[in-house]
């Protein structure tokens, strides 16, 4: 099965609203990480978090390891945060391989 | 730093026909990984290489891909006789293991979408 599950699949929200995100894996992990991909684009790497809460600018993102859950907030979102967002399971300390979630499909209307 | 650079960005090649994609990762990483990206099955570990030697390469299809890395500066995905399920982007990236705090973050290229028709 799936070890790394992303919901919602899809989120709508208008701007100034507040985004949740949330990331769940079926195995320990190592490290999670974020990463953020507009339409036809890179992937940005956003967090590199293994545990704990982590902040930059209106993104936070928490990885509570006993719960295997990790998640990402976006306060205050704007038009410009639309875009696909990723979580990645490292199983192996510091091996660097990655096992992606389906992602988020984030739009922020006007 | 440019980044990791991936070439060709677009390729469209018949079917039965050979494709080599190239990745060039920032210089001074030691780790280079490759994915690749449908709308159905979403990003999937290919294989990846650390200081040049292949470490992982459980998702490669067996038969027809190939992935080297010859030098530190460039790797290549070669898929011989393409399908039409080869259809994709192909995500390259890369990461140094030197840099404990911000553990191994990848770098991302822009991808090569390859078009089997």
């Known amino acids: 099965g799936q070890q790394v599950q992303q919901s919602p699949a899809s989120l709508v929200l208008q701007e100034g609203e507040n985004a949740e995100l949330q990331c769940n894996f079926s195995?320990?992990?190592?490290?999670m990480q974020w990463f953020y991909q507009r339409p036809g684009g890179s992937l940005v790497s956003l967090f590199y978090?293994?545990?704990g809460t982590k902040h930059s600018g209106r993104l936070t993102s928490t990885t509570v390891i006993k719960e295997r859950r990790s998640s990402l907030h976006i306060s205050s979102s704007q038009t410009t945060d639309s875009g696909t967002y990723l979580c990645?399971?490292?199983?192996?300390?510091?091996?660097?391989?990655?096992?992606f979630g389906q992602g988020t499909k984030l739009s922020i209307k006007p | 730093n440019a980044g990791v650079i991936q070439t060709p960005r677009h390729k469209v090649t018949g079917k039965g026909q050979e494709a080599t994609l190239w990745c060039e990762p920032i210089?001074?990483?030691?780790?280079v990984f490759w994915y690749r990206q449908t709308i159905v099955q979403g990003l999937e570990f290919l294989t990846y290489?650390?200081?040049?030697?292949?470490?992982?390469d459980s998702g490669m299809p067996k038969e027809r891909f190939s992935a080297q890395m010859p030098n530190q500066s460039h790797s290549t995905l070669k898929i011989q006789s393409t399908q039409p399920q080869d259809s994709a982007v192909y995500l390259c990236?890369?990461?140094?293991?030197?840099?404990?705090?911000?553990?191994?973050?990848?770098?991302f290229g822009e991808g090569s979408r390859l078009i089997v028709v």
């Open positions: 290489f650390r200081n040049q030697a292949p470490i992982d």
């Open positions: 195995t320990s992990l190592n490290s």
């Open positions: 978090n293994p545990s």
């Open positions: 990236a890369s990461s140094s293991f030197l840099d404990r705090l911000s553990g191994n973050t990848l770098y």
């Open positions: 210089s001074g990483h030691s780790a």
């Open positions: 990645a399971l490292e199983l192996n300390y510091n091996q660097g391989k990655l096992i």
